[in-house]
């Protein structure tokens, strides 16, 4: 019953290195869904947030205006500390009751983390491996730029805004090379998966 980390950086390929591994019959738990879903409208976590960071932070429908949050807090440390203080936890429970189900369901389940923010939050925790996905920057610029039709500021700016690939790199006990075409992602990650079923 390995319990896997996946992390990489902004536009790194992760999400196709967690799509494989679904197919394969990961049971894969997203850490940005689970961030939606706990600031759902009604949730705790979102009424806490409106409390600190104002009530023009949510849309009219009861929903979180993301734009509107990241704006408040991107570039401001201390406004960011203060959001992942009331998301951080609700998120980390979260995600441990979806491990568990996952388990209770089948003892021999592969679960895998997809966490972009696995060297900002999660680092310490017993995770049988750490996988990253990693491309250079540059790659990643490009991507971002052409598939999510960003400009080159805005790109870099989101790139900067993570911590270095160096310290996502120094964790790693897997790097999958996504630089590469999406073919060889899938046989980087294929031979992942072997050497995970035969642990």
């Given at each position: 019953m390995p319990l896997i980390a996946l992390t990489g950086?902004?536009?790194?390929?992760?999400s196709t290195i967690a799509r494989r591994l679904a197919e394969?019959?990961?049971?894969?738990?997203?850490?940005?869904?689970?961030?939606?879903?706990?600031?759902?409208?009604?949730?705790?976590?979102?009424?806490?947030?409106?409390?600190?960071?104002?009530?023009?932070?949510?849309q009219p429908d009861g929903a979180l205006d993301r734009a509107a949050l990241?704006?408040?807090?991107?570039?401001?440390?201390?406004?960011?500390?203060?959001?992942?203080?009331?998301?951080?936890?609700?998120?980390?429970?979260?995600?441990?009751?979806?491990?568990?189900?996952?388990?209770?369901a089948d003892p021999d389940a592969v679960v895998v983390y997809d966490v972009p923010l696995l060297v900002e939050a999660r680092v310490d925790d017993p995770w049988d491996l750490i996988v990253v996905a990693h491309a250079p920057a540059a790659e990643r610029r490009r991507r971002l730029v052409a598939i999510r039709g960003m400009d080159e500021r805005a790109a870099q700016e989101r790139?900067?805004?993570?911590?270095?690939?160096?310290?996502?790199?120094?964790?790693?006990?897997?790097?999958?090379?996504?630089a590469g075409s999406i073919e060889d992602t899938h046989a980087q990650t294929d031979a992942l998966w072997e050497r995970i079923r035969q642990r």
């Open positions: 950086g902004i536009a790194s390929g992760k394969r019959g990961a049971v894969v738990v997203d850490a940005d869904q689970i961030v939606r879903d706990v600031q759902a409208p009604g949730s705790p976590v979102l009424g806490r947030i409106s409390a600190v960071f104002g009530a023009d932070v949510i990241g704006a408040r807090v991107f570039g401001d440390p201390e406004l960011l500390a203060q959001l992942n203080g009331i998301v951080h936890p609700a998120v980390r429970a979260e995600s441990q009751r979806r491990f568990e189900e996952a388990f209770a790139i900067d805004a993570q911590v270095p690939d160096e310290r996502r790199l120094a964790i790693a006990d897997v790097v999958i090379d996504t």
